[in-house]
C-alpha cells in the first residue's frame, strides 16, 4: 500500500471508485430520462411548496442505493431522497438523483446526477452526469478532473472582479431568499454579470471547466456540493466555506484563485 497513511485509498482505489460513481450516475441519468413523462405524474413537494420532487429522483437514487448496496456493502450514504445509511469502512457515498429538480420538471437543460465519496480527508471521488447535454464530469482526489475525455482547468484569464461571470442560486425558504435577493442588489453592479442555471453540481462543473468564474451559493445541502466540489479543486478552483465551521447555514464559494479574496470580501 503506496498511500498515504491518512488517505483510506490508495491512488488507484480512488480511480475505481470514481469509475463505479461514473457508470452509477450514467445509468441514473438514462433512467431519468426514460421515465420523465411518467415520472411528472408523481410529482409531491418537500421543504416548501417550490421543492419540487418526482418519481424521477426517486427511482434514481433508489438505483444508485442498490448498486452500493451490493458493491460497497459497509460503506455510509447520504442521499437527497432519504436513502441515508451508517457504514462501517470509513467512505460516505453523497447521492443527488437530479440536481435541478425544477429544470427537469420544465424540461430545461441543466439538471444532472451527482454522487461523490468521502472519507475522513473529504471528496475523494466524483461523477456529475448531465444526461441532457451528455456530458460527463468527474475526478478523483490528486488525479484531475475532466469533461467526457478532456481535462478540465478553472479559467485564469479574468483580470479583475468586474471582468468576471458570477454564478449563485437561491434556497427553496423564502426568508433566506429575500437575504440572498438583497446580496445580488449589492453584488450585480460589482461584476459582469450573473447567472442562474438551477443545479449546483453543474454550476461548480461549470465554474471547473471556466465557464463561470465564480459560484457561490448560501445553504446547499452536502450532497449538492459533494461531487462537483471535488471537481472544481481538481479543476483549479478555490472551494471553501466562508461561514465559521458548524454556523448553519454555509456559504459556498467557489472561484478562481485570482478572484476568491475580493469576491469574498463583497459577499460576507
Ligand atoms: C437545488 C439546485 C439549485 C440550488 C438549490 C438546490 P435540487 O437542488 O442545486 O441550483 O440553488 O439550492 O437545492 O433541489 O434541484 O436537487
Ligand atoms: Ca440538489
Not at 218 to 229: I, K, Q, Y
Amino acid at each position: 500500500m503506496s498511500h498515504q497513511p491518512d488517505s483510506l485509498a490508495s491512488p488507484a482505489e480512488w480511480e475505481n471508485l470514481r469509475a463505479l460513481a461514473v457508470a452509477m450516475a450514467t445509468e441514473a441519468g438514462q433512467m431519468a430520462i426514460a421515465d420523465r413523462t411518467d415520472a411528472l405524474s408523481l410529482v409531491d413537494t418537500k421543504s416548501s411548496i417550490a421543492d419540487i420532487v418526482t418519481a424521477a429522483d426517486k427511482a434514481a437514487e433508489e438505483h444508485i442505493r442498490s448498486r452500493l448496496a451490493s458493491a460497497r456493502p459497509d460503506d455510509a450514504i447520504v442521499g437527497e431522497e432519504g436513502s441515508n445509511r451508517d457504514g462501517t469502512s470509513g467512505f460516505t457515498w453523497f447521492l443527488d438523483p437530479i440536481d435541478g429538480t425544477t429544470n427537469f420538471f420544465y424540461d430545461l437543460p441543466g439538471w444532472v446526477v451527482s454522487i461523490a465519496v468521502s472519507d475522513a480527508n473529504g471528496f475523494g471521488a466524483s461523477a456529475v452526469f448531465d444526461p441532457v447535454a451528455d456530458e460527463m464530469y468527474s475526478a478523483h482526489r490528486n488525479g484531475g478532473a475532466t469533461l467526457n475525455d478532456s481535462s478540465l482547468s478553472v479559467r485564469t484569464s479574468t483580470p479583475s472582479l468586474a471582468q468576471s461571470l458570477v454564478a449563485t442560486g437561491f434556497s427553496y425558504d423564502s426568508d433566506r431568499r429575500r437575504s440572498q435577493a438583497q446580496l445580488l442588489v449589492e453584488l450585480l453592479p460589482q461584476v459582469r454579470d450573473i447567472r442562474r442555471l438551477g443545479s449546483a453540481a453543474k454550476d461548480l462543473c461549470l465554474l471547473a471547466k471556466g465557464a463561470y468564474d465564480a459560484y457561490y451559493e448560501l445553504g446547499l445541502n452536502s450532497w449538492d456540493l459533494a461531487a462537483g466540489w471535488l471537481i472544481a479543486v481538481e479543476a483549479g478552483a478555490r472551494v471553501e466555506f466562508l461561514t465559521a465551521e458548524g454556523v448553519q447555514p454555509a456559504l459556498l464559494l467557489g472561484a478562481a484563485p485570482n478572484l476568491f479574496d475580493e469576491l469574498a470580501e463583497i459577499i460576507t
